[in-house]
Every structure is written in C-alpha cells, then in structure tokens.
C-alpha cells in the first residue's frame, strides 16, 4: 500500500488530499468537493499539466507572444513540448487562439497563441 499527500488544484480551496493506493484499488480523502478526489486519481495516475511558454515573433509590435497547449498534456512530454517551441518563429500579425504548433510532441494537442501582436 503507498500514500500520497497532495494539495488540490480542483478549486480555490486547496484542500489538503491523501490518496492512499492499494493496486488499483485508489481512496481519497480530505477533498471538500467532488473535483478534489477526480484531480487526485488523475494525478496519481495519469498526471497531466497545460505548459505555457513563448515564441518570438518578427514584424511585431513585441518581439514575442505567450502561448500554451491547448489542453493538458501528459507530465513526461512537457520537455518535448518545449523542445518543439523553442525553434519556432511567428511572423505577425498573430490573433489570440491561432494554432502556433499543431500536435505538439505527439499528443495530439495543439500549441495556442493567447494574445494578439499586430
């Protein structure tokens, strides 16, 4: 049996988790609302995090934008993902959502702008 003690990022209220493994057999407890024992399977489990970053930008009115995936990529591909960005080049102008880097590291999630350069 292994325990692990985490804080939930499910909400606001950052409870204070024990997850308690017993093969498959997985027990949260100290979550005060549904998402804390969701967020604690998952990341014992499958742990996933959105990355952010940046990319540069030419012609710009800032010689950079912030981006991020998509959606949360598994744990161990987030030095991939930022590998595969940091060789990539933007010319402006570049729209808030506009896709920057498509299936990034094999996920299957795509790598988006979140701010306009004009």
């Known amino acids: 049996m292994e325990t692990r003690e985490l804080t939930c990022i499910g909400c606001p209220l950052g409870c ?3 997850v308690t493994m017993n093969g498959e057999d997985i027990t949260v407890t100290g979550n005060t609302c549904p998402r804390g024992a969701e ?3 998952k990341e014992v489990t499958d742990p996933r995090r959105i990355v952010t970053s940046t990319v540069r930008v030419t012609g710009g009115s800032l010689p950079a934008v912030s981006v991020k ?3 949360d990529i598994p744990k161990g591909k987030i030095e991939d993902c ?7 080049s933007l ?6 959502g506009d896709v ?3 299936n990034v590291a094999d ?7 979140t701010k306009n350069i004009l």
């Open 91 to 96: 010319t402006a102008p570049v729209h808030m």
């Open 69 to 71: 995936t998509k959606s």
């Open 16 to 18: 204070a988790l024990t």
């Open 39 to 41: 967020y604690a399977k």
């Open 107 to 113: 996920t299957g999630v795509d790598v988006i702008a």
């Open 82 to 88: 930022i590998l595969a960005l940091k060789n990539v």
């Open 100 to 102: 920057v880097l498509s």
